[in-house]
T-cell receptor
Framework: SQTIHQWPATLVQPVGSPLSLECTVEGTSNPNLYWYRQAAGRGLQLLFYSVGIGQISSEVPQNLSASRPQDRQFILSSKKLLLSDSGFYLC??????????FGPGTRLLVL | AQSVAQPEDQVNVAEGNPLTVKCTYSVSGNPYLFWYVQYPNRGLQFLLKYITGDNLVKGSYGFEAEFNKSQTSFHLKKPSALVSDSALYFCAVRDGGNYGQNFVFGPGTRLSVLP
């Protein structure tokens, strides 16, 4: 069966510091991968998605970037965090147009 | 453009009573519709989906949803609510006729089941 992992689970970082959040998927190949941000326990904002290694699409311009160095690995990064980057970051995977399955999330607090 | 509305911010229901969480959508092509549930500090869990076929879809934990094309709705229902159903519920849609189109999620509805 397929599983999706995210780490770390929680992270507290100072403003201006770098960020690296990792997401990995097991039990499937060539998945579509997604990064979402959820603010204040409400709606989801799609940040990036990837349909293959090295293929990244950005939905909103911002302080973050994403990379997909391996088929089942998706990384969210920032060179310098802003206060507004705080939130709950969710990674998801899916195949073609079917269901997306979400990881457990990373809670980021920027101070 | 596609969109999803969840008109109720909060739904309160007594344990044992039926529950409904409402969702309406707008999409130019064929709608693919989904419901997810989120417990505190957790990722979203898939509940059910409508792609094609029977308008009444049954999912996990006794939930079901009815696709109504004329009303562009996909309301989530359960005959008898449990306290453990208390969570945040998200409806999502994608355009089934547009391969490149991603999911659009509604703002979420917080369900509280009172003992």
């Amino acid at each position: 069966s397929q599983t999706i992992h995210q780490w770390p689970a929680t992270l507290v970082q100072p403003v201006g510091s770098p960020l690296s959040l990792e997401c990995t998927v097991e039990g499937t190949s060539n998945p579509n991968l997604y990064w979402y941000r959820q603010a204040a326990g409400r709606g989801l904002q799609l940040l990036f998605y990837s349909v293959g290694i090295g293929q990244i699409s950005s939905e909103v311009p911002q302080n973050l970037s994403a990379s997909r160095p391996q088929d089942r690995q998706f990384i969210l990064s920032s060179k310098k965090l802003l206060l507004s980057d705080s939130g709950f970051y969710l990674c998801a995977w899916g195949q073609t147009q079917e269901t997306q399955y979400f990881g457990p999330g990373t809670r980021l607090l920027v101070l | 453009a596609q969109s999803v509305a969840q008109p109720e911010d909060q739904v309160n229901v007594a344990e044992g009573n039926p529950l409904t969480v409402k969702c309406t959508y707008s999409v130019s092509g064929n709608p693919y519709l989904f419901w997810y549930v989120q417990y505190p500090n957790r990722g979203l869990q898939f509940l059910l989906k409508y792609i094609t076929g029977d308008n009444l879809v049954k999912g996990s934990y006794g939930f079901e949803a009815e696709f109504n094309k004329s009303q562009t709705s996909f309301h989530l229902k359960k005959p008898s609510a449990l306290v453990s159903d208390s969570a945040l519920y998200f409806c999502a849609v994608r355009d089934g006729g547009n391969y490149g189109q991603n999911f659009v999620f509604g703002p979420g509805t917080r369900l509280s089941v009172l003992p």
